[in-house]
């Protein structure tokens, strides 16, 4: 008797937990055969890109290996990016892969499923604004935050050794996108940046010549969030002379600057567009319901309207809230993608053993944002902490530091994340406090 296909499609915080979980329950078990489908090599926590744009994290020690975490934990691991979906013959079309030379690696290929989750996260939203592609830098990736952190450092390295004084636009930074992402990456390059200017590049100075501008449409940073915590970051942001620009919406990213719709120009040798989230456009494709942003709607069971077979998770979901009024969506959270791959490990049991699916409540326990390496806001939510606890300072930080442990654990166990934390602590006292290349 042949065993079920369980195929995840993206290798995301929820998609990676969620193969985890499943290879160890039930792949390790010969209950069934659990694939992840995933175009890169290696793995990322998204919430930390900001730290490797500004050059305080390194990749190569926070990376995990899609094919090694594979074989520990009992699933199969697919190179390749989703192309299509038949839905009567029940696989999946995967893209071949080639290298940078264009020679194939792996060719186009059907996968069979009988559950199929996507998984694939979201991507930035440029609502068409001219310049963005040519001119702005998007954190969606590793590939996209080292390549900022390259132009950065190279930025200060042509400031450093140019005779001439520094031009209007130079050692300049706009963010555009005032949300979590924005926030703490302006936090962190102001740290960052002093960093580097400490390496014997003496002839910049920091309060002078290093501008770092938060651009945001709305009224208040971190709108999304309470208006507390909205509050307490801005005077953080204002105490490392972060440029904030409220009520200001960008009409075109030039080459050199950020043009806003009033036509005022913001100076900028370097742009990073973190404003607006979207689902991969190819979700919209594949013949199931979706909205206007891409994600695939779900039931409160995170199953496809279209198709009882097709379950959806993190950013890329459109799931119902349930308990806030009708047609209110999860917000596209990391909490939510860890609390949805948790519930699917049993959901997903459930559906193979024709069991009665359950509805998935969201439990929001509340917002931390990070401000550099000791300055961190938040708060707890109710069924948390028994109450709303608002948090600053050493302690916040920690919590926030915490947040990472905890996915460390639901991927590699106690004994793992204990050896490689006392490691990256050994390692951090031999190496610059940030990358400088």
């Not at 994340?417 to 400088?436: H, M, Q, Y």
Request: aromatic fraction near 6%; proline fraction near 5%; hydrophobic fraction near 45%.
């Amino acid at each position: 008797m042949s065993i079920p296909n369980i195929v995840v499609v993206g290798g995301g915080a929820g998609g990676l937990e969620l193969v985890t979980r499943l290879g160890d329950s039930l792949g390790r078990r010969g209950r069934a055969s659990v694939t992840l489908v995933e175009r890169g090599r290696t793995h990322f926590w998204k919430p930390h890109l900001h730290e490797l744009a500004a050059g305080t994290m390194d990749l190569d020690v926070h990376e995990l290996d899609y094919l090694a975490q594979s074989h520990w934990h009992g699933f199969r691991y697919r190179m390749g990016e989703m192309r299509g979906i038949d839905r009567e013959a029940k696989h999946i079309v995967v893209a071949p892969v080639h290298d940078e030379q264009g020679e194939m690696i792996v060719p186009q290929r059907s996968i069979p499923y009988d559950v199929l989750v996507l998984a694939v996260g979201s991507r930035t939203n440029d609502f068409g604004t001219p310049g963005v592609a040519e001119h702005a830098v998007a954190l969606e990736s590793t590939e996209e935050a080292d390549r900022f952190h390259r132009r950065l450092v190279n930025a200060f390295l042509r400031a450093h050794a140019q005779p001439e004084a520094l031009g209007p636009d130079q050692l300049q930074v706009a963010i555009v996108g005032a949300g979590a992402t924005g926030v703490e990456l302006a936090a962190e390059l102001h740290n960052a940046t002093r960093a580097l200017v400490s390496f014997s590049l003496d002839n910049i100075d920091p309060d002078k010549h290093i501008r770092i501008h938060l651009i945001e449409a709305s009224d208040r940073i971190l709108p999304a969030l309470p208006e507390r915590l909205s509050a307490k970051a801005m005077r953080l942001l204002q105490g490392l002379d972060v440029e904030v620009h409220l009520r200001a919406r960008v009409a075109e990213i030039l080459p050199r600057a950020v043009r806003l719709s009033d036509e005022r120009l913001i100076p900028a040798e370097m742009v990073v567009w973190a404003a607006g989230v979207q689902a991969p456009e190819f979700l919209s494709q594949l013949g199931l319901q979706s909205n206007a942003i891409n994600q695939i709607v779900v039931n409160d069971g995170l199953q496809s309207l279209s198709d009882p077979s097709i379950f959806a998770l993190g950013d890329c979901a459109a799931a119902p809230w349930l308990g806030k009024p009708a047609g209110s969506l999860v917000p596209p959270r990391a909490q939510a993608a860890h609390q949805q791959a948790s519930f699917l490990v049993h959901q997903i049991q459930r559906r193979l053993a024709n069991q009665p699916l359950k509805p998935w409540h969201y439990r929001d326990f509340g917002s931390l944002v990070s401000l550099g390496e000791y300055s961190t806001v938040g708060n707890l939510m109710g069924n948390f902490v028994g109450g709303n606890m608002w948090l600053e300072g050493l302690f916040a930080r920690w919590m926030y530091l915490s947040l990472y442990k905890m996915r460390e654990l639901a991927l590699h166990g106690f004994a793992k994340t204990a050896l490689t934390t006392l490691g990256r602590i050994i390692a951090s006292r031999t190496e610059p406090r940030v990358k400088l290349h």
